[in-house]
């Protein structure tokens, strides 16, 4: 069991969280039916996501047996063979096609659309080329956003997506780095369009713009309009404690070469997460 689920990167599943944050924002989070739509969605995006890890899987399954720690992948190491990989994808594409037929509109499931082809192009190519690359994976997480906020129906300030796109740049960019630093064997095409200076550079302005579009989006007069006040701003404290351990991570300690295992295992940074998420739900939902 675990071989598959390592397969469908459940883990990486932490990323779909994404879709929530229109309905965490807008202080509905509470509204029972716009939260089975969230998590409707959620489940979509994940199994889509799950498809997507698998044929990229294949795609590089000679590379990843180059890699020191890809070829620890299931298909890449033999614990799966690719028959049985194939056949394990049949019960995703069958719950992925019930829940898109029978709980999304053809409109609704335009986000998933653009983000499946999206990130075909990003398998089968996009992949090697630097910039493009990093911009492609900030772009899924807007859409996870905008996935998350047409399914309830929900508007979402235009800072609040440049503050996913710029979070997004930074974790790629950590991302990155630390692939570079490692300079391993069968290492990405596109990181010879890399180099620490340029990386260093990209992410300390993702991470200046982050900061400042949080700011922004805490005292946008819309948000003031919205809850009846504004000490939203008070949050960005954590935004910014967070935004710089990650960056000590990645320049001090280096260990930002997947920054979603990092989330699991840092506990400064969960711990910022959830002191976030209880300041801003205290504001915003204590009304």
Not at 92 to 114: E, N, T
Request: contains cysteine; positive net charge.
């Amino acid at each position: 069991m675990i071989p598959y689920i390592n397969l469908f990167r459940v883990h990486q599943w932490v990323k779909n969280l994404f879709v929530f944050l229109p309905l965490f924002f807008s202080g509905h989070l509470f509204d029972t039916s716009l939260l089975w739509e969230s998590i409707y969605a959620f489940a979509v995006f994940s199994l889509l996501a799950s498809l997507i890890y698998v044929i990229n899987d294949f795609k590089d399954l000679e590379k990843d047996r180059l890699h020191d720690e890809k070829k620890m992948r299931p298909l890449a190491s033999g614990a799966i063979a690719p028959r049985n990989a194939l056949l394990s994808c049949i019960p995703i594409v069958v719950l992925l096609f019930f829940l898109c037929v029978y709980k999304f509109s053809p409109m609704q499931l335009v986000p998933l659309g653009i983000y499946f082809l999206l990130n075909l192009a990003y398998t089968f190519g996009l992949k090697s080329i630097a910039i493009l690359d990093i911009g492609i994976i900030a772009i899924g997480f807007v859409l996870r956003v905008i996935f998350g906020g047409v399914v309830t129906g929900i508007e979402v300030s235009k800072w609040a997506f440049l503050l996913t796109f710029s979070l997004a740049l930074v974790l790629a960019l950590g991302k990155r780095r630390g692939e570079l630093m490692a300079s391993h064997e069968g290492k990405r095409a596109s990181l010879t369009g890399y180099n620490l200076a340029f990386i260093d550079a990209a992410l300390i302005s993702s991470v200046t713009i982050t900061i400042v579009c949080y700011i922004m989006y805490s005292i946008a007069p819309s948000v003031e309009a919205q809850f009846g006040f504004s000490h939203l701003y008070a949050t960005s404290l954590f935004v910014i404690l967070g935004v710089f351990r990650y960056l000590q991570q990645t320049f001090v300690y280096q260990k930002t070469e997947s920054p979603t295992k990092l989330i699991y295992k840092d506990p400064f940074i969960q711990i910022n997460i959830l002191l976030w998420i209880l300041s801003f739900g205290l504001i915003i939902y204590n009304k």
